[in-house]
T-cell receptor, first 116, second 112 residues
Framework: DTAVSQTPKYLVTQMGNDKSIKCEQN?????MYWYKQDSKKFLKIMFS???????INETVPNRFSPKSPDKAHLNLHINSLELGDSAVYFC???????????????FGPGTRLLVL | QKEVEQNSGPLSVPEGAIASLNCTYS??????FFWYRQYSGKSPELIMS????GDKEDGRFTAQLNKASQYVSLLIRDSQPSDSATYLC????????????FGTGTRLTIIP
């Protein structure tokens, strides 16, 4: 069983389109994250949710909107896609935020987004 | 100044030798330190975590932390070709709701 799963794995779309990426974890974790990894492999946090509550919201354009319908799911919707949005988007989860090993983050397989 | 710095490499090490990966961080209140391995086209996977000064060993991997020098390293003994990957250092403070900050990664190649 995949612990953290994402769909789709690949996403190729035109500029200006709206798209969504879905993430699900079956680890029973309370905290979920979205990261963006650019072409230079730099991995940067975008959002974090703990028990469906937004707790980290980095400087990300308003076109990006996360949604957490329940603790096991965190989706990312992107409006008006731009060329610079092309990247690999990783979802991750951790048990909670109580520190130490419980904050170890486990990553999904990634969604490779290409905006043409 | 970058918050977490790593040598980007590539670092080439002969098979069987010790690979040494270094990471420095700027936030003195950082408390949790992680090393992730990322194979090309794959997701990062945790290989080591360390929370207190000193060494922590797990199989062929040893993490070393020196909070006074704001330095964390990863040693890989008896390097294998399967160790060829990008290694990401990640740092976090433990004051609640703090983000995990990643370095840019070091690309390691083990030469058979």
């Amino acid at each position: 069983d995949t612990a953290v799963s994402q769909t789709p794995k690949y996403l190729v779309t035109q500029m200006g389109n709206d798209k969504s990426i879905k993430c699900e974890q079956n680890l029973g974790h309370d905290t979920m994250y979205w990261y963006k990894q650019d072409s230079k492999k730099f991995l940067k946090i975008m959002f974090s949710y703990n028990n469906k509550e937004l707790i980290i919201n980095e400087t990300v354009p308003n076109r990006f909107s996360p949604k957490s319908p329940d603790k096991a799911h965190l989706n990312l919707h992107i409006n008006s896609l731009e060329l610079g949005d092309s990247a690999v988007y990783f979802c991750a989860s951790s048990q909670d935020l109580s520190g130490g090993a419980k904050e170890t983050q486990y990553f999904g397989p990634g969604t490779r987004l290409l905006v043409l | 100044q970058k918050e977490v710095e790593q040598n980007s490499g590539p670092l080439s090490v002969p098979e069987g030798a010790i690979a040494s990966l270094n990471c420095t961080y700027s936030d003195r209140v950082s408390q949790s330190f992680f090393w992730y391995r990322q194979y090309s086209g794959k997701s990062p996977e945790l290989i080591m975590s360390i929370y207190s000064n000193g060494d922590k060993e797990d199989g062929r991997f040893t993490a070393q932390l020196n909070k006074a020098s704001q330095y964390v390293s990863l040693l890989i003994r008896d390097s294998q070709p399967s160790d060829s990957a990008t290694y990401l250092c990640a740092v976090k403070s433990d004051f609640g709701n703090e983000k995990l900050t990643f370095g840019t990664g070091t690309r390691l190649t083990i030469i058979p």
